[in-house]
């Protein structure tokens, strides 16, 4: 079989091997006693025995109209009015690929629209956080340098990409620990929560169940135009600093495969260089032999001619 075929197929094993270990063990920790149509049949069959009592309810029809009717309100009190700001955090997350769906166009135009501004905006997006990501890998490896040298009293510090490597790791994690905190008195959740939320809008994945400052995208003071700066600000400059963190790590990591892969390119010329050394010294030290043997034939032969 061709060596790239091999390969393909055994990452793509590994791949579907660990989703499927992934998804065991998800379902081990998540799976409830109960699934979720048997607790909805048994709290509306409560709340219908409730309405007969309190309100003599007995029309199965218009307690259903009544389920219809609730369900549908309160699905549109969770749901996001297009503002500036509202329409910024969509955009935000379409043209970075997070997508965390807590509004979405419903017309076609718009619909059609987003198609268009994200195949405009995804390139822009990746050229804009691929070239912060270099500036600030360089300002790392910079701020690492000078604390070498003004703390550890290093003259020469070595530019090691493990050094830059722990840098970018170290500031993305006290990143996300703050933007956690915050996200504990902005939105009342646990420090845990914080961190999982942030994580996902980090690695683009993008759930929706959490969004991350999400009281700050349900102001609505039409007249006061700086809570909108402010707002803007407070829920633009996170994901522009975390984005830029991770492009960085990523810059690192494939600066760091191509040194790897030129060390290795090296290391193999130099052995491919000491095996050749060798078999011509093996080569060398097999024609003395044969000459060293040639010659003692040749004595004896003449020794056994006189």
């Not at 683009?204 to 809570?227: A, S």
């Not at 600093?241 to 960085?248: D, G, Y």
């Not at 080569?283 to 040639?294: H, I, V, Y």
Request: aromatic letters at 12%.
């Amino acid at each position: 079989m061709n060596p790239i075929y091999k390969k393909c197929l055994t990452r793509i094993g590994w791949f579907v091997a660990y989703g499927m270990l992934a998804g065991w063990l998800l379902t081990l920790v998540e799976k409830r006693d109960e699934p979720y149509a048997v607790t909805a049949n048994r709290l509306l069959n409560e709340l219908k025995k409730e309405m007969k009592n309190k309100y003599n309810i007995t029309n199965s029809s218009d307690f259903d109209r009544f389920v219809e009717k609730a369900n549908e309100a309160s699905q549109l009190m969770r749901k996001f009015d297009w503002t500036f700001i509202n329409g910024c955090g969509f955009a935000f997350a379409a043209i970075t690929t997070i997508g965390y769906g807590h509004i979405t166009p419903q017309k076609p135009l718009g619909q059609g629209l987003t198609i268009v501004l994200c195949i405009i905006g995804l390139p822009i997006t990746m050229l804009a956080l691929k070239t912060a990501g270099e500036v600030l890998l360089v300002s790392l490896r910079n701020l690492t340098i000078t604390l070498e040298k003004k703390i550890l009293r290093r003259r020469k510090p070595e530019n090691s990409i493990f050094k830059c490597l722990l840098m970018i790791i170290f500031w993305i994690t006290l990143l996300m620990c703050i933007l956690a905190t915050v996200e504990k008195y902005v939105n009342g959740w646990t420090f845990l929560e914080g961190v999982y939320c942030w994580f996902v809008t980090l690695t683009t994945i993008g759930f929706g169940d959490y969004l991350p400052l999400q009281k700050l995208y349900r102001v609505q003071e039409k007249n006061m135009i700086w809570v909108y700066a402010v707002t803007g600000i407070f829920s633009t400059l996170p994901y522009v600093m975390a984005l830029c963190l991770v492009s960085s790590l990523l810059n690192l990591l494939v600066e760091y495969s191509e040194e790897f892969k030129m060390q290795f390119n090296t290391f193999c010329c130099h052995m491919e260089c000491c095996c050749c050394r060798n078999h011509k010294r093996e080569l060398r030290t097999l024609g003395s032999t044969k000459k060293e043997d040639n010659n003692a034939e040749l004595q004896l032969m003449n020794g056994y001619e006189k």
